[in-house]
């Protein structure tokens, strides 16, 4: 069988061959306004449809900033409302996911907090510090310190006693040991 | 840091949860106009009318929590 070819994907530059006005983001938007936007989502995420999907992407743990942004960027590829006007909506919209996680007890992730503290500094930070300071060290120096440190000393291994199994005397009259 | 647009725009919104909603003062006279104090959703910026719909929905939000 024939190797499929290397290269499957769009050639670069293949989604400007289409004429202008053939995308539905390069058609004026159908909702020009913050507003005109809002009243299209905020109804539609209460909606069945939607509902559900939204409480079970907040249960997955996706935080509700994500949530917003993919829901704003697919109304731009739609061709629903600009991309500035995505933007402008998306505070609106985590608070409402925030509101309808609330509503039905479901614990999320916002988003918005700082992961990383400032003052901690990783492990992976430390390790490559370390193996920088060792290269620079001197060979002599790395011997002395390899002279200092002590063996191990080996641990005595106690044998367990072992347990001979007597035959027990079987007679009417015999003792039990 | 979330570097998105969306994201500090919803971390930098300055909002007052404790202001309560305008209402429009009616007054008793026959011909007397209704005047509404607050302004039309149109006329305003857009950042307003986003602080405006996350104000109304945090309260909710807070109210809900509250019991």
């Known amino acids: 069988m024939a190797n499929p070819p290397p290269l499957q994907a769009a050639i670069p530059g293949q989604s400007m061959t289409d004429p202008v006005g053939g995308r539905p983001w390069q058609t004026p938007p159908q909702y020009a306004t913050v507003k005109d936007a809002l009243d299209f989502y905020i109804p539609r995420m209460t909606s069945d449809g ?58 999320y992730t916002m988003g918005t907090e700082k992961p990383i503290d ?60 | 840091m979330n570097v998105n ?9 300055v909002i007052d949860e404790t202001a309560k909603p305008k209402n429009t003062i009616k007054k008793a006279g026959l011909l007397s106009r209704d005047k509404n104090t607050s302004t039309a959703t149109e006329e305003m910026e857009p950042i307003d009318v986003v602080r405006e719909y996350v104000t109304a929905i945090r309260r909710k939000r807070n109210s809900m929590k509250n019991g």
């Open chain 1, 50 to 107: 939607l509902y559900e999907g939204l409480l079970d992407n907040m249960e997955l743990g996706i935080p509700l900033t994500i949530m917003a942004d993919s829901m704003q960027s697919a109304g731009v590829l739609q061709g629903k409302h600009t991309l500035d006007v995505g933007i402008l909506i998306m505070p609106v919209l985590i608070e409402m996911l925030a509101y309808l996680g609330d509503e039905a007890g479901v614990k």
């Open chain 1, 118 to 177: 400032d003052d901690k500094i990783s492990s992976t930070r430390v390790a490559l510090a370390m193996k920088s300071m060792r290269s620079k060290l001197p060979k002599a120096l790395e011997e002395k310190e390899d002279g200092i440190i002590p063996e191990e000393p080996e641990m005595m291994s106690e044998e367990p006693e072992m347990i001979e199994d007597k035959p027990q005397p079987s007679g009417l009259m015999a003792r039990k040991v």
């Open chain 2, 5 to 13: 647009p969306g994201v500090q725009a919803y971390t930098n919104l």
